[in-house]
């Protein structure tokens, strides 16, 4: 279901489960795995998520759905399924690493889910980009509602949730849901070149920065507070002195 390889300190992680990079509980589980594996590596500061299928990742395996709602699943047993989904993508979002999703095709419903999760996001032109649980009576309940509103705003939030309306690369662009985008053919280079100009950034300040990015979306947290706290410890940071030394003596 996934292939992971390490380039120096980039860690990609190919999503390859045919033909549609479905989520089943099976994934849920090996992806939690993986961030382990990524989580207690601390040669790696950045995580490429890609796929090697036409589709990005299509959201939740609807079959397994399916034997769910025919099995008169509980509420008490639904709610832990949608609590995996949410722990798991928080974990990626909170991850002490530099995320970039490269979307070369569909990304739909959790797909993007997942994908948003990522610090980063660059999608092909002829990518498929949206939120449709709508079409189903349901409602994009991994975050969906969530981050596409802090990331996109109420207005953005609403033509893609309540409207259910999927969009293309350059589309979603626009409206804030990834940052670049890129012709398909051209979009691996793009990519690449976004993390060659990111992997030599520090971790510590990459997850200090995170912190008190996330902080300033939470109102219960001081983030000019927590901004003076991190410089703090980042000044003394051994590998960052090392940095401002050899940034002053060149």
Request: charge should be negative; hydrophobic fraction near 40%; glycine fraction near 8%.
């Amino acid at each position: 279901m996934f292939d992971l390889k390490h380039q120096d300190n980039v860690s990609v992680l190919t999503l390859s489960h045919p033909p549609a990079n479905a989520i089943s509980h099976a994934w849920l589980e090996e992806f939690d795995r993986i961030l382990d594996q990524l989580e207690n590596n601390d040669q790696t500061n950045v995580l490429h998520l890609r796929s090697d299928q036409k589709i990005f990742c299509a959201g939740a395996d609807l079959k397994e759905y399916r034997q769910r709602m025919e099995a008169n699943e509980g509420p008490e047993e639904y709610k832990k399924y949608l609590q995996t989904f949410h722990r798991l993508f928080e974990r990626l979002e909170n991850m002490a690493k530099l995320s970039i999703a490269e979307i070369s095709g569909a990304a739909l419903g959790g797909g993007f889910e997942l994908a948003m999760s990522c610090d980063l996001r660059a999608a092909a032109y002829e990518a498929k980009l949206g939120l449709p649980e709508g079409r189903l009576g349901l409602i994009p309940g991994a975050g969906g509602t969530q981050r596409i509103t802090k990331l996109c705003g109420p207005s953005v939030a609403n033509r893609i949730i309540l409207a259910c309306e999927i969009v293309g690369g350059e589309t979603a662009l626009e409206l804030g849901m990834v940052q670049w985008a890129a012709p398909r053919d051209e979009l691996a280079a793009t990519t690449q070149k976004i993390i060659e100009g990111c992997r030599e950034l520090s971790s510590d300040a990459l997850g200090a920065a995170k912190k008190c990015i996330a902080a300033a979306q939470d109102p219960s947290v001081d983030g000019f507070e927590m901004e003076i706290d991190v410089s703090l410890e980042l000044v003394q940071n051994p590998d960052s002195k090392k940095r401002v030394t050899e940034f002053f003596d060149k």
